[in-house]
């Protein structure tokens, strides 16, 4: 069973870049079967998608994030990663990352980071 | 403002049923599979329902899903105080010149 596992900086200062790394087990990050995705859930709001990679580097980004956002593969640590740049307080938040299937639906999740944006 | 709307919250007694609404439009619902996510508290969301009505290996048979046209609809019947979360349905969306995912706003189910 494929297991996520969200790591980072739980504290970025207004102007600065979040950067995030997503750790995949239990599975190959290049299978092919999935592509990866980051979405975000400011405290008691709703799920933001942020965005999704594939394996082979094809991304697709949230059109209200596109400017700021940049989402990689490292397929030698099974790993994808965000970064998020010139954060403001908005952008607090927890910071999920999951496993979309080919046809759409989230199915495996990470246990969420939060990220604060604080001077 | 979430392109895909639910209601803010729904509420029934234990042992009864519930269904909770996703509306959209053509340029998501209408054309695409709609999944629905439960969110207990202090958790991350959990698959429940995706292909509209397909459950993913240990969801029980309370939790059914449908679409009709640009809606979707999750169903849970025997309510247990268990159910008590956050539900979400989401899809894609293909306005704004750009393929990108949706959720609904989130629908507070309590079992009164």
């Known amino acids: 069973q494929v297991q996520l596992q969200e790591s980072g900086p739980g504290l970025v200062k207004p102007s600065q870049t979040l950067s995030l790394t997503c750790t995949v087990s239990g599975g190959s990050i290049s299978s092919g079967s999935y592509y990866w995705s980051w979405i975000r859930q400011p405290a008691g709001k709703g799920l933001e998608w942020i965005g999704r990679?594939?394996?082979?580097?094809?991304?697709n980004y949230n059109p209200s994030l596109k400017s700021r956002v940049t989402i990689s593969v490292d397929t030698s640590k099974n790993q994808f990663s965000l970064k998020l740049s010139s954060v403001t307080a908005a952008d607090t938040a927890v910071y999920y990352c999951?496993?979309?299937?080919?046809?759409?639906?989230?199915?495996?999740w990470g246990q969420g980071t939060l990220v604060t944006v604080s001077s | 403002q979430s392109v895909l709307t639910q209601p803010p919250s729904v509420s029934a007694a234990p042992g009864q049923k519930v269904t909770i609404s996703c509306s959209g439009s053509s340029s998501n619902i209408g054309n695409n599979y709609v999944s629905w996510y439960q969110q207990l508290p202090g958790t991350a969301p959990k698959l429940l329902i995706y292909?509209?009505?397909k459950r993913p290996s240990g969801i029980p048979d309370r939790f059914s899903g449908s679409k009709s046209g640009t809606s979707a609809t999750l169903g849970i019947t025997g309510l247990q105080t268990g159910d008590e979360a956050d539900y979400y349905c989401?899809?894609?969306?293909?306005?704004?010149?750009?393929?990108?995912?949706?959720f609904g706003g989130g629908t507070k189910l309590t079992v009164l």
């Open positions: 990679i594939y394996t082979s580097g094809s991304t």
């Open positions: 989401g899809t894609w969306d293909s306005s704004l010149s750009a393929l990108h995912w949706v």
């Open positions: 999951a496993s979309l299937q080919m046809g759409g639906a989230f199915d495996y």
């Open positions: 292909d509209n009505n």
